[in-house]
């Protein structure tokens, strides 16, 4: 089993949709989360931090449900420049304070 | 612009050459990361430092690689004997090390070996 795993998509989805995407970690004991976002030949840009009790940016939804190890971000009203790869980050081995441990990334394409 | 930046952008070597790349942290930032990504694939971590201590090396850095960070601020990370599976994007990431670990990436050296 991965340590992180995401649908690698792609999502196509419509401008103004809401999309969801799901990611799933291996150790429970995990207490850093991230996203980020990533564009095409481009470095990964911190997206939001993910907490325990959610949290929200704007369009942008990130929650932790820590007792099934799943990690979620929901963008709202979609845009054309939200077309990215989104990268599900998680410190997998705390107390370490070191090496992030990255999911594949899930395509999203938002279209007219 | 404050942010991590790198050198070069982009390398071509043939195989069986050396090549060095180079990383500047953010000034503050006292915790330096070296990652690896390929196509399709997440960043893979390479390697990371707190101030001029390498505190941690994946498997993944073989002997014929070696970074160092000698007086915690800039790094380089040197790959010899260059192979062709080590066509990637390397990223360099700086964090401060406080509260979350949140870690910023500069541009990446992307690396073709021919």
């Known amino acids: 089993r991965k340590e992180v795993e995401q649908d690698p998509g792609p999502f196509n989805v419509p401008e103004g949709a809401t999309v969801a995407f799901n990611c799933t970690y291996s150790n429970s004991a995990s207490q850093s989360f991230f996203w980020y976002r990533q564009d095409c030949r481009k470095e990964p840009k911190l997206l939001m931090s993910v907490y325990s009790s959610g949290n929200e940016d704007g369009r942008f939804t990130a929650q932790l449900n820590r007792a099934s190890q799943y990690i979620s971000l929901l963008i709202r009203d979609s845009k054309l420049s939200d077309s990215a790869t989104y990268l599900c980050?998680?410190?997998?081995?705390?107390?370490?304070?070191?090496?992030?441990?990255f999911g594949t990334g899930t395509r999203l394409q938002v279209t007219l | 612009d404050t942010g991590v930046s790198q050198d070069p952008r982009h390398k071509i070597t043939k195989r069986g050459q050396n090549v060095t790349f180079r990383c500047d942290p953010i000034s503050e930032h006292n915790r330096l990361y070296w990652y690896r990504q390929t196509l399709g694939q997440g960043p893979e971590f390479l390697t990371y430092f707190q101030n001029e201590a390498q505190l941690e090396k994946s498997r993944l850095l073989s002997d014929r690689f070696s970074a160092e960070r000698p007086k915690g601020s800039f790094s380089t990370l040197e790959i010899q004997r260059t192979e062709q599976g080590d066509s990637a994007m390397y990223l360099c990431?700086?964090?401060?090390?406080?509260?979350?670990?949140?870690?910023?990436f500069g541009p990446g050296t992307r690396l073709t070996v021919t």
């Open positions: 980050v998680v410190n997998i081995n705390p107390g370490t304070a070191s090496k992030l441990t």
């Open positions: 990431a700086s964090s401060t090390g406080r509260s979350s670990y949140e870690q910023y």
